[in-house]
């Protein structure tokens, strides 16, 4: 017989770390063997699986953690499937008695979690799960009504306001091994990098997933980009935002510890420019209100008056503008950085989203679809709220008929114009002047840029003001009908 008491499971999923980790700490703090397992569960996800920018990104996540996770003598046990029916199975095979897992907040998640808690409870086996992944859970924020939060200001006042996030939780000392420890899939037969091409290969060159890749890359903020947030943010050609947005998706980092890291540095990085990054967790956190009061967010439009709205099939112009070949040099910028970093600034998210929606008025969902498989931060709520928000058809949404115009967007946030010199190469000789409407230039300045337009670069494929007013008489058509 043993003598060693009956082992934890801990149920890895968006919290891929070591310190501030609460299911972690509670169960180093039970004093029994623990035994680490990541589940690769699509069955349950369905259409919201990961998409293959994000399985690039968990495979090295995966990997780092292994690795961390070895430096306590203990180890990380890969499965695939149901995860209801591989928690039962090592459970049988361990004998624990106890699973501790961290919240998510999809519909599936949610669901699955709590047939699964009740199914433990049931036959005596405890069941425990924290919050590692937000400031406030969504269940705890509502209006003195006792609704959620439509408007995003009253929002994060009313979140700002009653936080008390408390002290980030340091890694564990220790982590006991259990006697034996249960099969483990390889990474390797999870598959989830790219096969042949390579298509993540520009990704290696950018990220460093994993919990010390996400410690790296918030002291790199601090030290440069967050003292130019608040103004700076909106720059796509400077390094003002933190990119820390795979990191937190895939919970190598929490919110809670960006929260005490921005106070500690507060003095140094200035008030404005705190609180500014402050208020973008915030969006976060409403965007994951949103997905949990609304489950039908990321297919569903909010305002339901979108249902009507007359979207076109456009194949041609959906490809152009996933490829980077629509003619419009900032919008063709930013799906190319897309495509070769699995990432894209967001003020250029919300000029190439609303590109798809306004100029082409191809369904947002559509766009959705693309980002999720493309981004490494690919998040269910943060890219629903996006899109919705762009499209005018979310809660606290931009109006539709605000339409990003792509050549004056790329003009003020790009002045210098690097980020399309940098992404559209072959427009880079073109002067300032002619840079975000090339088809303005005369053929001698064409010629002396190296530019064909048409063949080195394509002519635009939608002329901009034919096409927002195409855009403003279908809304319009919303508002008659109703
Ligand atoms: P920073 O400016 O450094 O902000 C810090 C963190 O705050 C981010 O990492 C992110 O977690 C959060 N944040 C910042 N802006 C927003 C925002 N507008 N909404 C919600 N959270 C925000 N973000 C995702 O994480 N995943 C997505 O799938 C996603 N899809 C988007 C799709 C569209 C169409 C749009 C317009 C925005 C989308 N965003 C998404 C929000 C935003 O663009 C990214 O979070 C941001 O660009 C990430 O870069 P960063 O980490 O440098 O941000």
Redesign the pocket.
Known sequence: MSSSPPPIILWFRQDLRLKDNPALAAATERGQPVIPVYILDDESAGEWSPGGASRWWLHHSLESLATDLRKFGSRLILREGLAAEEIDQLIQDTGATAVYWNRCYEPFSLERDKALKASLKARDIEAASFNANLLAEPWTVKNKSGDPFRVFSAFWRSVRTNLDPGHPLPAPDDLEAPEHWPVSTSLDDLQLLPGNPNWAEGFENVWSPGEQGAYDRLIG?LDC?AKH?DKG?DRPDKPY??????H??HGEISPRQ?FAAIDTAREEIGDKNAEK?LS??G??E??YSLLFYFPNFAEKNYQEKFDRFPWRRDTDGLRAWQRGRTGYPIVDAGMRELWTTG????RV??I??SFLIKHLMIDWRE??KW??DT?V???LA??S???Q??AGSGADASPYFRIFNPITQGEKFDPEGDYVRKWVPELASLPDKFLNRPWEADTATLAKAGIRLGETYPKPIVDHKTARERALTAFQSLKEAA
């Open positions: 903020f980009g947030y943010r935002t933190s990119g820390l947005s795979p937190l998706h960006l990054f973008e967790i969006w976060r409403f965007s990432w894209m600034h967001n998210r919300m190439t989203a766009g959705e980002f999720w981004l931060d690919a998040d943060n890219n709220a996006g899109w928000w762009v």
